[in-house]
């Protein structure tokens, strides 16, 4: 069975600080692929990254980053210089490979990240 | 052009009330999907159609019936429902392929009520 845990319910931060957002995943799948979605108030889950299990390459796209290490199952995300834009519930999520069909994810608990002025 | 449109963005029904959700994409996606999500939880799958086939029902009550007229449309059919299912429900789509490129895209959810 997979699990994703996300240790941290809630994190708060003041605007400009750099905040690392932690997920730990168990899975028994060789192949498998790891999502981060942020949730804003409105309600819409958005898309950040994907990664895959073959894929350790760390990734940074702007002020967010990603640090997979398949060794200790975790898949990191940092805010470097947050703004209070980056307020919002983000969840890890991972689902398995299927082949030709559609994917089931398993989400994390989900971390609350409130940036103040 | 990554969106999912869902339609209404709220709805208050009474317990004896009929309505429908919808959910539309025109992202050539092949696999559509229903979540349920209860205030400061994450979202729990529904139902699945991959290729307008039901493919996955996570043992939902009868009252809530999945329907997919075609590849691009989502229905959701509310009947008889509790003032416990007054959720977020969120409808997304995915290419359906299971491979690398196989991410879900989430439309921005109806909020329910049910009184």
């Known amino acids: 069975a997979q699990k994703v845990t996300q240790a941290q319910t809630e994190i708060s931060v003041v605007e400009k600080e750099d905040v690392t957002l932690d997920c730990v995943y168990e899975?028994?799948?060789?192949?498998?692929?790891l999502f981060w979605y942020k949730q804003p108030p409105s309600g819409e889950l958005v898309f950040l990254i994907r990664r895959n299990s073959f894929d350790e390459q760390n990734e940074i796209s702007g002020r967010y980053s990603w640090n997979f290490q398949k060794s200790t199952s975790s898949f990191n995300f940092t805010i470097t210089a947050s703004q209070v834009v980056d307020s919002a519930v983000y969840f890890c999520a991972l689902s398995e490979a299927r082949a030709g069909t559609a994917s089931k994810l398993t989400f994390g608990t989900g971390t609350r990240l409130q940036v103040t002025l | 052009d990554t969106e999912v449109t869902q339609t209404p963005k709220h709805l208050v029904m009474g317990m004896t009330n009929k309505k429908s959700l919808k959910c539309e994409q025109h992202?050539?996606?092949?696999?559509m999907y229903w979540y349920k999500q209860k205030a400061k939880k994450p979202p729990e799958l529904m139902f699945v159609?991959?290729?307008?086939?039901?493919?996955i029902n996570e043992s939902v009550p009868s009252r809530f019936s999945p329907e997919c007229p075609n590849s691009s449309l989502l229905n959701l059919h509310l009947h008889a429902l509790q003032p416990e299912d007054s959720a977020l429900y969120l409808c997304?789509?995915?290419?359906?392929?299971?491979?690398?490129?196989?991410?879900?895209?989430f439309g921005p959810g109806t909020r329910l009520l049910v009184l």
């Open positions: 992202m050539g996606h092949r696999a």
């Open positions: 159609y991959s290729y307008e086939k039901l493919s």
């Open positions: 997304a789509s995915s290419h359906a392929t299971g491979g690398f490129q196989e991410t879900q895209y």
């Open positions: 899975t028994r799948d060789t192949t498998y692929y």
